[in-house]
């Protein structure tokens, strides 16, 4: 993806120079609660999913698409700057996550979010997470919310696809994710 400039925003793939600024943007909202923590190791791993956002040269946004299936990726670590919030980069970023996912031919994109509501704007419906590809494996098992997980998964087809609409075939491999407790 090339840069696109904007007034003084550019939004382009993520460098390994930009992982201290991501870790501090991204770990200030894990302090929160509201995301998962990443390290500098996970970043560096991680770094080819990032698509950054800033604005002259402050980091004020980020997101990665991460691949799970070769049909269906995760929008994740989502985060904008506080100070920046309600001025469109949150819709810049996933726009550009969904752009990308549909050049490398995918049929869907999906989170978890706290936020469905700015998701569903987006074209994206709510869903029963343990429908969604072996994602507990990777991260779910880690977080401390695990056993009262309060995330909502949503889910964008990016194209028609019979397959989304059906229930997976018998003996195909779904974790069950624990359901929220009210």
Same mark, same amino acid.
């Given at each position: 993806m090339s840069p696109v400039e904007t007034c003084t925003t550019t939004i382009r793939k993520a460098r390994i120079s930009d992982i201290n600024p991501l870790l501090q943007l991204i770990n200030s909202y894990a302090a929160e609660g509201i995301m998962l923590p990443r390290t !500098? *190791? !996970? #970043?560096? !791993?991680?770094?080819? /999913? *990032?698509?950054?956002? &800033?604005?002259? /040269? %402050?980091?004020?946004?980020?997101?990665?698409?991460? *691949? &799970?299936?070769?049909?269906?990726? !995760?929008?994740?670590?989502?985060?904008? /700057?506080? /100070?920046?919030?309600? %001025? @469109?980069? @949150?819709? #810049?970023?996933v726009d550009a996550l969904e752009a990308e996912a549909r050049e490398n031919g995918l049929h869907a994109i999906f989170a978890f979010t706290y936020v469905p509501g700015f998701f569903n704007k987006l074209g994206f419906i709510e869903v029963d997470r343990g429908s969604l590809p072996l994602k507990a494996w990777k991260d779910c098992l880690r977080c401390p919310k695990f056993q009262c997980c309060d995330e909502i998964a949503v889910l964008k087809a990016l194209r028609d696809d019979p397959m989304l609409d059906m229930p997976p075939p018998l003996g195909t491999m779904l974790i069950e994710l624990p359901h929220v407790r009210r």
């Open positions: !500098e *190791f !996970e #970043m560096s !791993e991680n770094i080819r /999913d *990032f698509t950054v956002l &800033y604005s002259g /040269d %402050q980091l004020v946004g980020c997101g990665a698409l991460h *691949f &799970y299936t070769p049909t269906t990726a !995760e929008v994740r670590s989502l985060a904008v /700057d506080p /100070d920046v919030k309600n %001025q @469109g980069l @949150g819709r #810049m970023l």
